[in-house]
């Protein structure tokens, strides 16, 4: 399928290293965040979220920080994978819809 | 639990002309949304309904975009005439509820529908 993100932020990290991805949001009275995983060709795949009463929430290989002081996301991924591979968008909820950001491609070099 | 299905996958169409994008969400999902996402960009909301009933519309081109939620489970896109601009990725999304009420505003995304304009 055709690419997603031609032009995005590129991080790339080895294969079984930790990655760290980041996003601004743009609206502090924003209450719910959520990053997504996009593959080419596919639609965005939900991966883990966060409400704002929270600083850190944990997952599956996958850990969020949020930071309201500063209106700053996180993704943590633990021992990359070469399935990780994607395009990687964070979204700011409010009230009754979501606000997506630019997104960041995620290289895994073997 | 089947996904949220979208369809065509893929249009070609020349500028002027009409196309029409479908979307059946997950069964019980009340709330859909329309996201058009252009190459290199996150998704950006066109449209969200509540059942039957438009939530927000403000991002929507009312001048040649359309979509309608008639009995409050599929829905369907409208584009006419299409500007090459246009040429995007119509991305439908559906969720249990909405944001505010915890575990309910998840949104599970389709695959999209992918729109080129010549």
């Known amino acids: 399928g055709e690419s997603v993100g031609l032009h995005l932020p590129t991080l790339s990290v080895q294969e079984g290293d930790n990655s760290i991805i980041n996003c601004a949001y743009s609206n502090s009275a924003s209450d719910y965040f959520i990053w997504y995983k996009q593959e080419s060709g596919k639609g965005p795949q939900f991966i883990i979220d966060?409400?704002?009463?929270?600083d850190k929430r944990q997952g599956q290989r996958v850990t969020v920080l949020l930071n309201k002081t500063v209106k700053h996301l996180s993704l943590q991924i633990a021992a990359t994978q070469p399935g990780d591979s994607a395009v990687y968008f964070c979204?700011?909820?409010?009230?009754?819809?979501?606000?997506f950001g630019p997104g960041t491609r995620l290289s895994v070099l073997p | 639990e089947a996904g949220v299905a979208q369809s065509p996958r893929y249009k070609i169409i020349e500028k002027r002309q009409s196309v029409a994008f479908w979307c059946n969400p997950i069964?019980?999902?009340?709330?859909l949304y329309w996201y058009q996402q252009i190459l290199g960009q996150g998704p950006k909301l066109l449209i969200q309904f509540q059942n039957n009933g438009v939530v927000d519309d403000s991002q929507l081109p009312k001048d040649r975009f359309s979509a309608e939620r008639l009995k409050g489970v599929d829905s369907t896109l409208k584009i006419q005439p299409a500007k090459l601009e246009d040429s995007a990725v119509y991305l439908c999304?559906?969720?249990?509820?909405?944001?505010?009420?915890?575990?309910?505003?998840?949104?599970?995304f389709g695959e999209g529908s992918r729109l080129t304009v010549l």
């Open positions: 999304a559906s969720s249990l509820g909405v944001i505010v009420i915890p575990n309910t505003g998840e949104l599970f």
């Open positions: 069964s019980g999902h009340a709330t």
């Open positions: 966060i409400r704002s009463n929270m």
């Open positions: 979204a700011e909820g409010l009230v009754q819809n979501f606000v």
